[in-house]
């Protein structure tokens, strides 16, 4: 069965850090692309950051671009989001998410992935 966990999420203040960590289980995640999605109430699932399948190059938004870095760890099947500087516009709940599938599908869109974890959420107070 395969599961993607997230963890580490919480409230922080406005300009504070948080890092979040995503496990994979359930098959080796080594070749998929994996991204960070985020949600809040009342609006769309939109992107933050992906490593592409294809090529493993990194993306931010460009709402996140200088602040969050994304990174992974291949032989632990781990992706992590360090977030700095965090605005309270960033208040969501924060996915995982893995591209096990085509290798030009586009990491920046929600449909490129095929598995999801549960969300972890991420309050920033002002």
């Known amino acids: 069965q395969v599961q993607l966990v997230e963890s580490g999420g919480g409230l922080v203040q406005a300009g504070g850090s948080l890092r979040l960590s995503c496990v994979a289980s359930g098959r080796s995640f080594a070749w998929c692309g994996m991204g960070w999605f985020r949600q809040a109430p009342g609006k769309e699932r939109e992107f933050v950051a992906a490593i592409r399948r294809r090529d493993g190059n990194t993306y931010h938004s460009d709402s996140v671009k200088g602040r969050f870095t994304m990174s992974r760890d291949s032989a632990k099947n781990t992706v992590a989001l360090q977030m700095n500087s965090l605005k309270p516009e960033a208040t969501a709940v924060y996915y995982c998410?893995?591209?096990?599938?085509?290798?030009?599908?586009?990491?920046?869109?929600?449909?490129?992935?095929?598995?999801w974890g549960q969300g972890t959420q991420v309050t920033v107070s002002s």
């Open positions: 998410a893995a591209d096990c599938g085509g290798i030009n599908r586009d990491p920046l869109s929600v449909a490129a992935y095929d598995y």
